[in-house]
């Protein structure tokens, strides 16, 4: 495991008062999660929930067709594995890793042993589902509405949140997936932004390197998901020494 790789990286993990997070912290399993690894499949039976730290997962639907499309992405502000303590252990999505990393595993009967407690981590928990509904159904109604360069925008700053960098290691065809769009128009999406100068794209590379200017694109689902996890952690502190301040969830102001 790499040094890099701590629990506190975690928000929710971050969050816990010491007493709480000493009783996890005895059962969390350091795991390097791999691009395209997939934490689980549709139907199969949840054994652990997933906090990631460096990591980015991505939650995905696929038709009958083939076709995809990513319903939410969760990184170091969430957690993987909502079904197991909302009560219903599987789910009809997939997990797979869209950005290679660490997290931190959680074994299910433990999981729910500190949820029904009832402390803090059952209140950061449910917070979060009520965040990542509301970047279910934004995503839902951008892919319907908005053009595919503004979701791209809206996609690139989210997966930018969650990232140590600028620079993030992704295809065309994986983002075409899961905007569930073709990749020529990724390609022609892309090649857009770095005309004006926002991204330098290279094989398999993207370097956001004026920030400002895809926030002016990406429609106004990018700042209702921010503002919306803004909104539910806004009076969460954070242990001593865990290096992560309620500033670090957004860049967007209300």
């Not at 991505?58 to 957690?79: D, F, H, I, M, Q």
């Not at 090649?191 to 002016?216: C, D, P």
């Amino acid at each position: 495991m790499s040094s890099s790789a701590d629990p506190s990286q975690n928000y929710i993990l971050a969050a816990l008062p010491a007493e709480e997070f000493e009783r996890v912290a005895a059962h969390l399993q350091p795991v390097e999660l791999r691009l395209g690894e997939m934490l689980y499949e549709p139907g199969g039976q949840l054994q652990h929930a997933y906090f990631p730290t460096t990591a980015i997962v991505s939650l995905y639907n696929v038709t009958e067709s083939g076709a995809s499309a990513e319903s939410a992405g969760v990184g170091k502000e969430g957690v993987v594995g909502i079904s197991l303590f909302m009560g219903g252990n599987t789910t009809s999505s997939s997990a797979v890793v869209q950005s290679a990393g660490y997290a931190y595993r959680l074994d299910r009967r433990q999981l729910m042993q500190e949820f029904d407690r009832g402390g803090l981590m059952q209140r950061l928990l449910l917070r979060y589902t009520q965040a990542l509904i509301t970047q279910m159904s934004q995503a839902a109604i951008c892919n319907r509405h908005h053009s595919v360069e503004r979701q791209l925008c809206r996609w690139l700053l989210l997966t930018l949140d969650r990232l140590p960098t600028n620079e993030l290691v992704m295809t065309q065809d994986l983002i075409a997936g899961m905007l569930g769009v073709r990749r020529e128009a990724i390609t022609e999406a892309a090649g857009n932004l770095q005309r004006a100068g926002f991204i330098s794209y290279r094989r398999g590379h993207i370097s956001v390197t004026e920030r400002s200017g895809l926030e002016a694109g990406a429609c106004e689902c990018y700042a209702v998901v921010k503002k919306e996890l803004d909104r539910l952690m806004s009076d969460v502190r954070y242990r001593q020494g865990c290096g992560v301040t309620p500033s670090r969830h957004s860049t967007v102001t209300s």
